[in-house]
């Protein structure tokens, strides 16, 4: 039975890439009965009927997957933010970057717009990157039309499956547009009353570019903490478990406890107090959100 990887999901349809030709699938009704549904990204095994027909008929073990948007297998998420209109929101970056981090994908940070930064704007950004790339993430900055911009993305895509992400009205078309041209995607102005922008993407696919997979995802705007306990938190920020052994309680929530090495290191100034005010805020909307039935 021939395998291969859906690579686009669209009115029903899966477009399975396999020998260099896209087969145009529908999923098994036993999915359906089981409440699984075939994801862009997953490895499936088909049967043909026809020329270019086919139905899905295995699911291969996934290594990840998210459902809003809905894919799979994800390597890597270039996070897009911008330093001005909008300004740059580190809380809003944390959120993505621990919901990432929960799937055990690899984020890398992406500042767009840097040429509309002053002089003392650019230095308190700069201050940022070098926070964050001590945390162990890798970030670079870009602008529309910079002419280094393939110098700085081509290798960050080689043999990935990558998705961008990010706030509204940052730039995340643009960037498309500019990465793979005949995408031609609807860029638009932020809207001066809402201060965010819109995107017009109503389906996920995998598009081959640089040697690795890119993936344009609606409606990849905001994370929330659904499926995350507040157990697991602490381990979404590599600082945190960098030191969490040299706290005095095993399972050291870093909130009350005695003896606490982040709380140490925040005092210390190792570790930023904006990120653990985050932390805390995250932690407290996990206690509050309404249990799952």
């Known amino acids: 039975m021939p395998t291969g990887q859906i690579r686009k999901a669209l009115s029903g349809f899966y477009y399975v890439y396999d020998n260099e030709q896209l087969i145009q699938c529908r999923g098994r009704g ?27 008929t295995v699911i291969h073990e996934r290594k990840n997957s998210l459902i809003r948007p809905p ?20 809380i809003l970056l944390d959120r993505f970057l621990v919901v990432l981090e929960s799937f055990h994908i690899e984020p890398i940070i992406c500042l767009t717009k840097s040429d509309l930064l002053d002089e003392k704007a650019e230095e308190t950004i700069k201050q940022y990157i070098k926070e964050y790339e001590e945390i162990g993430y890798q970030v670079f900055m870009t602008f529309k039309d910079d002419p280094h911009f393939d110098d700085k993305i081509t290798p960050l895509l080689k043999g990935k499956t990558t998705v961008l992400a990010g706030q509204s009205g ?9 990465i793979l ?18 995107h017009t993407t109503r389906h996920v696919e995998l598009i081959e570019v640089c040697g690795g997979l890119l993936a344009d995802t609606p409606g990849f705007s905001s994370f929330e903490f659904d499926l995350m306990e507040k157990e697991e938190l602490s381990s979404c920020f590599p600082e945190f478990v ?6 005095k309680f095993r399972g050291c ?14 005092e210390l100034g190792k570790i930023k107090d904006y990120r653990y005010k985050h932390y805390l805020q995250f932690f407290n909307e996990i206690l509050d959100r309404k249990p799952r039935y």
């Not at 041209?181 to 819109?198: C, E, F, M, Q």
């Not at 929530?253 to 925040?266: L, S, Y």
């Open 181 to 198: 041209p005949s995408l031609n995607l609807k860029t638009g102005v932020i809207s001066d009353a809402l201060g965010r922008g819109k």
């Open 71 to 90: 894919i799979a297998n994800i390597d890597q998420a270039i996070l897009v933010f911008s330093v001005k209109e909008p300004d740059f929101n580190t």
């Open 170 to 178: 940052v730039g995340k078309s643009t960037l498309l547009n500019t």
């Open 253 to 266: 929530m870093h909130v009350n406890e005695p003896k606490c090495a982040v709380k140490d290191a925040i």
């Open 242 to 247: 960098e030191i969490q052994d040299e706290c």
């Open 30 to 56: 036993v999915f359906r009965n089981r409440g699984e549904s075939p994801l862009v990204g997953d490895f499936v095994d088909y049967t043909v009927e026809g020329e270019n027909d086919g139905t899905i």
